[in-house]
């Protein structure tokens, strides 16, 4: 993607820990409205993180926590309606905000 070019479906993240696993999310979302379908979180199986979190990680009334599947490798996906609980509608709205990782 250029600079300047808009940012288009799906919008993806990763972290990885210290041996080279990773945990990563796609989003999901209509390029015309930028409203959030939905959300994949994968972990590499033996991945330190369990977990993404989107902004202040100490803060439990900003945090929102979105936890990949715990026993081993693989998949969780999260709904539009899951997603919109956690206070995120649009993608601006994870854009806006820090993203980590957490075990």
Same mark, same amino acid.
């Given at each position: 993607? $250029? =600079?300047?070019? &808009?940012?288009?479906?799906? %919008?993806? %993240? $990763?972290? @990885? ?7 990563? *999310?796609? #989003? +999901?979302?209509?390029?015309? !409205? ?6 994949? #979180?994968?972990?590499?199986? @033996?991945?330190?993180?369990?977990? *993404? #979190?989107?902004?202040? &990680?100490?803060?439990?009334? =900003?945090? =929102?926590?979105?936890? $990949? &599947?715990?026993?081993?490798? @693989?998949?969780?996906?999260?709904? =539009? +309606?899951?997603?919109?609980?956690? @206070?995120?509608? #649009?993608?601006?709205? *994870?854009?806006? *905000?820090?993203? !980590? +990782?957490? &075990?």
């Amino acid at each position: 993607m $250029a =600079k300047g070019d &808009p940012l288009l479906s799906p %919008w993806s %993240w $990763a972290a @990885g820990d210290y041996v080279g696993l990773q945990i990563t *999310i796609s #989003v +999901a979302f209509n390029n015309s !409205t930028r409203a959030i379908q939905s959300a994949t #979180v994968h972990r590499d199986d @033996g991945c330190q993180y369990h977990t *993404i #979190v989107f902004d202040v &990680p100490s803060d439990q009334v =900003k945090a =929102k926590r979105l936890a $990949a &599947p715990t026993d081993g490798a @693989g998949d969780k996906t999260y709904t =539009k +309606a899951q997603i919109n609980a956690q @206070g995120l509608t #649009v993608i601006e709205d *994870i854009l806006a *905000i820090q993203i !980590t +990782a957490e &075990p």
